[in-house]
């Protein structure tokens, strides 16, 4: 199993940024996904989440300014990322939940419930 993230780097206050993560080992089409950060010396914080239909669920702290998408042609999660914010500065991880039963909207945000990480790719918002 690997989930590979790309897409980081610098970016100003208020810029945009889009992240990658290439998913391959499992069945990549009836998996949920999802994005979390770890600012540094703070805990890990669930970001989005995205359901094998495309349905998408965001944390209040990004909603309306990330957006997850999923290409499962190409076996790949995505979060674009608009008006940032220093903040928002952190390492991004995707994650992957590999069945989606008992996967609930509430459950979708609890870490533990995941059940693969990726490595992270860091995102510096500073002007």
């Known amino acids: 199993v690997q989930l590979v993230e790309s897409g980081g780097g610098l970016v100003q206050p208020g810029g945009s940024l889009g992240l990658s993560c290439a998913a391959s080992g499992f069945t990549f089409s009836s998996s949920a996904m999802g994005w979390a950060r770890q600012a540094r010396g703070k805990g890990l914080e669930w970001v989005s989440g995205?359901?094998?239909?495309?349905?998408?669920h965001y944390a209040d702290s990004v909603k309306g300014r990330f957006t997850i998408s999923r290409d499962n042609t190409k076996n790949t999660v995505y979060l674009q990322m608009n008006n940032l914010k220093p903040e928002d500065t952190a390492v991004y991880y995707c994650?992957?939940?590999?069945?989606?039963?008992?996967?609930?909207?509430?459950?979708?945000?609890?870490?533990?419930?995941?059940?693969?990480w990726g490595q992270g790719t860091q995102v510096i918002v500073s002007s």
């Open positions: 995205i359901y094998s239909d495309g349905s998408t």
């Open positions: 994650a992957t939940r590999w069945s989606e039963r008992d996967f609930s909207i509430a459950t979708m945000s609890v870490l533990s419930e995941y059940d693969y």
